[in-house]
């Protein structure tokens, strides 16, 4: 099934980039080997160690010219470093039909992702984004700075809304793909029909650290329909033809919110980051409020 | 309880319809439809099959039963229902205004307002105190009721109505007045109301004798207090003196309608010449009258004049129109005039000349006179205008002579002629006569047994007269009957009728007018200042017609004629008492708004709130659905 979701501006304007820019990603755990993110880590030492001597060459960064070995031996040597790889940041970016079936929480979603991204580019974190469906597609992987942030966004406006959620397929790909550990995000309704809880819990078991924002439209939760509806699964095509009244709503809604505390327990459990946003909840509110309250970022 | 603006059977008929389409409205709304949602697994329990259709043709009654709810309350508010009986229904009322003749006169203690006035502003107060739906006609009422709005819900279309309404030259007719704003009440369609009354209740006496009010659901006086000392002229009369030549007979009637005795002077100028004065007493609500005489032939107005001034000064001054008195020039050619002297010196209209017939056609004064009579003479040429021929010569006679006859014994007098009013046969001896041999244009004024004796004849265009006599009635035993001067004044009647008509001038007020006949049975003629015919009706012996302003009207009635100069107001005579079970006053505000409690604000209200609510509640766009859709609008915008 594909829905195709057409953007009609930039993601994300200029001012509200502006605003970003003060924030910053965080993480709970610390990665032995790797830097990065703004937690003070519980190993000792700096973030570069020395690994060997060269020779001068023109060009060569002045800065790094061992200056005591040149008084002595009236020779310019050049200090080596070896640099330690930063924590990975990846954001499993939800991109099945059922994203757009209701409510526009693709768009949403997007932008979320785009923020996310920014706040990243800005404190020189290297993200990658993977959207996923029933597999893992191509993904983009940003860092350097505020200035890479086009390509993402660009990258981001050119996805499209299709295919059938498949979380444990996807969490196997990317655990093959992807073994060293990291944050990663997820950003998706999490309407996977077999359940979603096992896979999640396959990310936290090898290492990673889960912030899991969950999605959904005000209908996915409190459908306003009435009376003799033909239910038609956006992603399956399978059909449910019942008679809704205010009792049938009412457990809809009890059993929503039991599924969504079933995700947040998951992320709680595994000493992640839990985030609920309905879409018709302004983005601004949704990372300035609820994203700062779980301290998702900061 | 009942509806205002719709019988009951449209009510239901137009629910019904409205019932109907709702009904087939709500079906097709709650028909089943298709949603594409994000997933299934929230709609049915864990471990529990979802849960099956159970699909009715009325799936949410609660719904259907408020629309319908709803709208009955809407169109019970549109119908004007209203609980109460009558009390709550929207009235007509009819506002009568007293215009007549004496709410002109000035309020003693401010003598720049009028009686008027304060009935205008008793108007405006009661014209305030009723409620904004209630519909409102003015009625002005004089001698004459006279709408002055249709039925109004505009208040300032009846506010100028009220403001615009001046006193009229007529009393008061008020038994007519209320008895037509009953009939419009009764035409209007809706529930009568007010019939009120704004005036100080002056009607005539003859009114008085025979009021009869109308049956009136509700009835208000709005009294003006009249209390005025007020002297007028009742009428003016003259006419022509019968015992002097020249002089006019005044008679002057006036009238004290106050509370004290008064003393007026009258006056009579004519032209620019006092003609007299006197002064009279008058007492309290009494009339008395006094006669002057005026010496002219010619014609001019005569005014009459009351001091000193009062409030009320329209009837203190009277101008009355005297025509000038007419002659007949009469010319006689005869070599024995004396037997018809007397004759014709007996009625002081006619100017007698005599002349012996050797003068006849050397005189071009003869030319215009009015009538020409040729005693047994055979003029050289037959005269142009009117003409009597007394016994002309065998062979030059206008009508030829069948024969001459000695003693011809009875005269008959043809019967309903102008000519013959008031002989009878035995009052006639003749010694001789010619019998003539008529054509078939002349008209048979006397016969004897051979044949006519007396002819008359006039011409197609009635400017010339002729009438031919057989014998000679101013000699022999004739000369001394009645019948001879009778003849001769019929015949010169019929000759100048303009001339010898009575003339009678009468000053009295505007309004309803009465004039008696002296038979009954002459021809009336009613005649305004420019000679346009006034409508008029003629009652047992006498004739009566209506005028409402200051005009001046001529009756003619067979021999007389009588000018009405209709200068001064028709006043009251007498004061009305309203009946004890009129209301009085203006109304209190209080009362008014009591009775314009309507429901049907409420109702709407009502209606609306209901509807509103099962939209919010049940309808596709519900407050669940509007959460849903305002951030895409939002962003749609």
């Known amino acids: 099934m594909s829905n195709s979701v057409v953007s009609t501006g930039p993601l994300l304007d200029q001012e509200f980039l502006e605003r970003l820019e003060r924030l910053t990603i965080h993480w709970q755990k610390s990665f032995a080997g790797l830097v990065g993110g703004h937690n003070r880590s519980r190993f000792a030492g700096g973030g570069q160690e020395f690994l060997d001597h060269r020779h001068f060459h023109q060009g060569d960064d002045l800065r790094a010219v061992n200056w005591r070995a040149f008084m002595r031996l009236d020779k310019m040597f050049l200090k080596m470093f070896q640099v330690e790889p930063r924590v990975p940041v990846r954001m499993l970016l939800d ?64 996805l499209q809304p299709e295919g059938v959620t498949d979380f444990l397929t996807v969490v196997r790909e990317f655990l093959n793909d992807f073994p060293q550990r990291g944050l990663v995000i997820v950003l998706s309704d999490f ?12 990310l936290a078991d090898y290492g990673n650290e889960l912030m899991l924002v969950q999605l959904w439209a005000d209908e996915d939760r409190t459908p306003p329909w009435t009376g003799e509806v033909d239910f038609v699964n956006a992603e399956s095509g399978e059909k449910l033809r019942m008679h809704v009244d205010d009792e049938a709503r009412r457990k809809y809604t009890e059993a929503f919110d039991l599924f969504a505390a079933g995700i947040r327990q998951v992320a709680l459990r595994n000493d992640g980051k839990y985030s609920g946003l309905p879409t018709s909840m302004p983005l601004e509110d949704a990372i300035f409020g609820t994203m700062v309250r779980t301290r998702s970022i900061a | 309880m009942f509806l205002l603006n719709l019988s009951l059977g449209q009510f239901l008929a137009i629910f019904g319809a409205i019932g109907v389409f709702a009904v087939a409205l709500y079906l097709l709304d709650r028909s089943r439809r298709k949603q594409v949602v994000a997933t299934l697994k929230f709609w049915s329990e864990p471990g529990r099959p979802a849960p099956e259709s159970r699909r009715k043709k009325i799936q949410q009654p609660l719904s259907l039963l408020l629309q319908l709810l709803g709208m009955l309350l809407l169109l019970l508010a549109i119908a004007g229902f209203t609980v109460g009986g009558r009390q709550n229904a929207r009235r007509d009322h009819v506002l009568v205004l007293d215009t007549s003749a004496w709410m002109g006169a000035l309020l003693p203690n401010r003598p720049d307002a009028t009686l008027m006035d304060l009935a205008r502003a008793n108007a405006l107060g ?80 003859a009114e008085a004798n025979n009021m009869t009010l109308p049956d009136m659901p509700a009835f208000r006086v709005l009294t003006v207090n009249d209390a005025i000392e007020n002297c007028g002229l009742r009428s003016v009369g003259a006419r022509r003196s019968q015992t002097d030549k020249g002089t006019w007979d005044v008679l002057v009637r006036a009238r004290n309608y106050g509370r004290i005795p008064h003393t007026v002077q009258l006056t009579l100028n004519f032209g620019s010449t006092p003609q007299g004065s006197q002064s009279i ?25 009351l001091y000193p001034k009062d409030p009320f000064g329209a009837d203190n001054y009277a101008a009355l129109e005297l025509p000038s008195m007419r002659t007949l020039p009469v010319v006689v050619y005869s070599e024995q005039p004396d037997p018809i002297r007397p004759v014709l010196a007996a009625d002081p209209r006619i100017a007698a000349e005599f002349r012996p017939v050797v003068q006849y056609g050397l005189n071009e004064g003869a030319a215009n006179a009015g009538l020409i009579i040729l005693d047994r003479f055979d003029p050289p040429s037959v005269p142009a205008g009117n003409s009597l021929w007394i016994d002309p010569p065998a062979g030059k006679s206008p009508v030829p002579v069948k024969e001459r006859v000695d003693h011809p014994g009875d005269v008959a007098w043809t019967p309903d002629q102008p000519l013959t009013a008031g002989l009878r046969a035995r009052d006639v001896q003749i010694d001789s006569t010619s019998v003539f041999d008529p054509g078939p244009n002349l008209t048979r004024i006397a016969e004897v047994e051979k044949g006519p004796v007396i002819v008359a004849s006039a011409s197609t265009d009635g400017k010339s007269k002729m009438v031919v006599m057989g014998f000679n009635p101013f000699a022999g035993p004739m000369r001394y009957e009645l019948a001879t001067p009778l003849l001769l004044a019929n015949l010169l009647h019929w000759v100048a009728p303009d001339v010898f008509r009575d003339v009678d001038v009468t000053t009295q007020s505007a309004g309803s007018v009465t004039m008696p006949l002296t038979s009954g049975k002459e021809s009336v003629q009613v005649l305004t200042e420019a000679g346009a015919s006034l409508p008029f009706n003629i009652r047992g012996r006498a004739v009566e017609f209506f005028t409402g302003e200051s005009s001046r009207v001529r009756v003619i009635a067979g021999n007389s004629e009588r000018v009405y100069s209709l200068t001064l107001p028709e006043m009251w005579d007498v004061k009305w008492a309203p009946p004890p079970t009129a209301r009085k006053g203006i109304p209190a505000f209080n009362e008014s708004v009591r009775r314009s409690s309507d429901l049907w604000p409420f109702l709407a209200l009502l209606g609306a709130a209901l509807l509103i609510g099962e939209w919010l509640a049940y309808g596709r766009y519900s407050a669940t659905r509007l959460r849903i859709l305002k951030p895409r609008l939002g962003k749609a915008a």
């Open chain 2, 126 to 205: 009661w014209l305030r105190a009723v409620p904004a739906e209630d519909r409102v006609l003015v009625l002005r009422a004089d001698g004459l009721a006279t709408p002055a709005t249709s039925w109004e819900l505009d208040r300032r279309n009846i506010t100028r109505a009220i403001l615009d309404s001046k006193p009229g030259s007529t009393t008061l007719n008020l038994s007519h007045s209320l008895d037509f704003a009953r009939q419009l009440q009764r035409r209007s369609g809706s529930f009568a109301g007010e019939i009120v009354y704004a005036g100080p209740g002056r009607i005539s006496a």
């Open chain 1, 95 to 158: 991109t099945s039909a059922s994203m757009a079936s209701a409510g526009d929480k693709f768009t949403y979603a997007r932008r979320l992702a785009a923020s996310l991204c920014y706040v990243g580019l800005v404190r020189l974190d290297t993200i990658q984004i993977l959207p996923f469906a029933a597999r893992l597609h191509e993904g983009k992987t940003s860092g350097g700075g505020r200035h890479r942030y086009r390509p993402v966004a660009q990258f981001l406006e050119g």
């Open chain 2, 281 to 305: 007493d008058l007492p309290p609500g009494q009339e008395r009258e006094t006669t002057f005489k005026v010496h002219t032939i010619a014609a001019g107005v005569l005014e009459t004049r």
């Open chain 1, 191 to 202: 309407l996977d029909d077999p359940g979603c809880e096992r896979a999640l819990q396959y």
